[in-house]
Structures are given as structure tokens and as C-alpha cells.
């Protein structure tokens, strides 16, 4: 197990931090109750919207930084088997925040509660093992196009032409962004199309079952 004495907060997660260690007890209730959520099993989006709404003068843009940051920490609980009160105490005293003594102790408190959340846990976990890839998706195209052929004589007349098709794949990687290019024929299309399909038919049954055995469906939240 790595050592804790490692965790170093990240300078884009510094800002966040400080900001909610410098909220009032009143306002990181607020936000504490709008995280948690009452035991309830929201969905990302859904969370950041009530951690928004939780402090009505934050910038906009800042619920979504509170469940990006606590979402991160509570990964670590799970990635490298660490205490959460030792996350919370090493992240609170990390001398990049610039807190106060009193700032420090609000929020080491604070994230030890809120990292403890059943629901926020089980979230941090569907994304850990759902995003636990070499590469992710990110978009994709296919490019058709007609190749001209000529002829062989000096002349080259055009004596006819190739139509094929290309599939564009942009994925992310650990070290950023990559993409994979693939020709492919009317016939490879087809193929393609039905490999699509059945993998969607297997989903929906997987879906329908895990729906029958009353497990949550992560995956539904992680948006």
C-alpha cells in the first residue's frame, strides 16, 4: 500500500478546497446535506446541481468542482486502501490550501463526513471501475470517399474508381488524447452494425436483470 505521506493536493483541486474550507458552519452544512443527500443514490449530475443551488453566491460552475474534487478523494479510500480521516486530515493540513488553523480543523472535519457517505462511495466506485480502461471512447466518424484509378499509359486516362470508407476513433489514454484510423468496406459495415447491435440486445438483458435483482445500475448515476 503506498504511503499517505504522498497525497499531495492538486494545484486545479486547491481552489475548491480553500473555498469550502472558508464557507461558515452554516454554509458547509449546506453544502454537506446537499452532497449526501439523505442517503439517497443521485446521480452525478444531479448532486452537482444540489451542491450549486446549496450556496446560491458561488460561481457558477462550482458544484460541479465540489463532487469532481470529493469524488477524487473518496477513489483514493478505495485505490489505495487509505483511512478516510486520513485523507481528510492530509489533504486539510496540505500547505498548499494556505488555511488557518481554524480553517483547517473546519475542513479536515468536514471531508471526514462527507468522504464517509454510502452513496458518494458507491458513486466514487462505478467510476473507478467503469473508467478502469487502457482507453475511452470519445467520438467517432466514418469518412467515405471515392479513390480515382488510372491507367497504366502515359496518358493515364481514369479508367475507373474505389469507393471505401473510413472509421475515425478519437479516445483518451492516460498520457491524453489519441486517435485510430480504419478502412473499411460496405461488407466491414455491415458487420460493424451488427456487432453494435447485439452488444446493445446484451446490454438491455444484463440491464433487465440487474433491474430484477434489485442491484443499483451504477452506470445510470455516473452521468
Sequence with gaps: MP????????????PI???IAERDDPGRELLEKALTAGGQ???RAAIAERAQKA????????GDE???????????HFTHSWKI?????RVASDKGLSLESQQVSALREWLTRVLRDPGLNALAKGYDLGLDYPAIFHTARVLTDIRPV??????????????SHTLKID??????????????????????????????????KLRAFLNSSGLARLDEFMQ
Design 3 to 14: 504511503s499517505i505521506s504522498g497525497l499531495v493536493v492538486p494545484k486545479r483541486a486547491v
Design 55 to 62: 450556496i446560491p453566491s458561488a460561481p457558477a460552475g462550482t
Design 85 to 89: 480521516e486520513d485523507i481528510a486530515d
Design 17 to 19: 478546497l480553500r473555498w
Design 171 to 204: 479516445y483518451f489514454v492516460r498520457s491524453g488524447h489519441d486517435e485510430l484510423y480504419v478502412r473499411l468496406s460496405d461488407e466491414d459495415l455491415d458487420e460493424l452494425a451488427d456487432a453494435i447491435a447485439r452488444a446493445k440486445e446484451k446490454g438491455e
Design 66 to 76: 465540489v463532487v469532481n474534487a470529493v469524488l477524487s478523494l473518496v477513489t483514493l
Design 150 to 163: 488510372f491507367g497504366t499509359e502515359p496518358n493515364r486516362d481514369l479508367i475507373g474508381a474505389v469507393v
Design 41 to 43: 443514490q443521485l446521480s
